[in-house]
């Protein structure tokens, strides 16, 4: 009689911050955690990513906010959410029923917004990490002028160091020139562990009204076409930091993990998959585990980094 396979060990660790396994939701594709009960149980998620937070209430843009391109979408939804106080208040308390880690996304138009949201989120129970947001493309002030230059970002990420104890993860804009030299200005000032990517700058153009199909002209790329650019980002940045790297940008299934673990990524993050099929971040986590069963794996980080280039 053989034996049944061992179970592979899934666990990870992101800065400081603990995962069952190493898959969590992509921040604004998940809301709250609550939008998601009937489709998914939050316990078996590795983290639950939620929308980026601000100090206050924002509506965000004007519609239309959402474009559908081929393999992905275009999105300038601007930040809407219920603010800090509200979420604290209102939404936490759902997320504190569960055993997940909870990272949460923070936004600012100042370094002093970013600060006092990390002030405001140290001692609060129920939050497992805090992720700056310094890559949103939506947004005329604050967002993705934080993530483009290196010395900005370098300061922001100190001062908020300096007020948290919190894993600080620091997730990186593709639109840049260099992503290895924000990588590095980010793990200087003292980013436990790095996210990328966020969306690509794109615009899409309706030919009958020849106007921009989106409110903002231009809006946020995501989903499967930005994939290759997110693995390659993924690669370079392993090679140059230390700090685990949460690798997302069209993640659909467990396969599309793999080639992110592969390319350094110790977690992985689903996003706009999980507007095509609610549950895409629980097939992603069962199809891991069947991937290191399958390839006699023990432990899912031993995945990381292991991409054969000669
Ligand atoms: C509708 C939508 C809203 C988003 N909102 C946020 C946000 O509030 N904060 C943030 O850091 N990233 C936000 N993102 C970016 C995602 O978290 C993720 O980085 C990006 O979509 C790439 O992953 P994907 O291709 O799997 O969606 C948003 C993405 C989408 C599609």
Request: hydrophobic share 45%.
């Amino acid at each position: 009689m053989t034996a049944a396979p061992a179970q592979p060990d899934m666990r990870v660790n992101i800065g400081g911050m603990s995962m069952r396994n190493p898959v969590m939701t992509a921040s604004g594709t998940f809301g709250y955690g609550q939008e998601y009960r009937d489709f998914v149980d939050l316990n078996r998620l590795g983290a639950v990513g939620v929308k980026s937070v601000t100090l206050e209430p924002r509506a965000g843009n004007a519609t239309p906010r959402i474009a559908e391109t081929p393999s992905g979408m275009l999105n300038t939804i601007g930040l809407q959410n219920v603010g800090v106080d509200a979420f604290i208040a209102e939404k936490l308390p759902y997320l504190r029923r569960f055993d997940t880690s909870v990272l949460v996304n923070l936004s600012g138009r100042t370094v002093g917004d970013y600060v006092e949201l990390c002030q405001r989120l140290n001692d609060v129970p129920g939050v497992h990490g805090l992720e700056l947001n310094v890559s949103c493309p939506n947004v005329e002030h604050g967002g993705m002028e934080f993530g483009v230059d290196a010395a900005v970002l370098g300061g922001l990420v100190e001062a908020c160091r300096r007020v948290t104890v919190l894993p600080l993860i620091v997730k990186l804009s593709p639109n840049v020139t260099s992503i290895v030299e924000m990588a590095l200005a980010a793990e200087r000032a003292g980013a436990d562990a790095l996210a990328l990517i966020n969306t690509l700058l794109g615009m899409a153009i309706d030919v009958e009204t020849r106007r921009p199909k989106l409110s903002r002209t231009m809006g946020g790329l995501s989903g499967p076409a930005i994939k290759p650019i997110a693995v390659r980002m993924v690669w370079q940045t392993y090679q140059a930091v230390r700090v685990p790297i949460i690798g997302m940008g069209g993640i659909a299934n467990a396969e599309d993990a793999v080639e992110f673990m592969l390319a350094g990524a110790t977690a992985v993050a689903v996003g706009t998959a999980s507007f095509v099929n609610p549950r895409a971040s629980i097939d992603v986590i069962d199809g891991l585990e069947t991937y290191c069963l399958d390839h006699g794996i023990a432990k899912v980080s031993d995945l990381v980094g292991k991409c054969l280039v000669d």
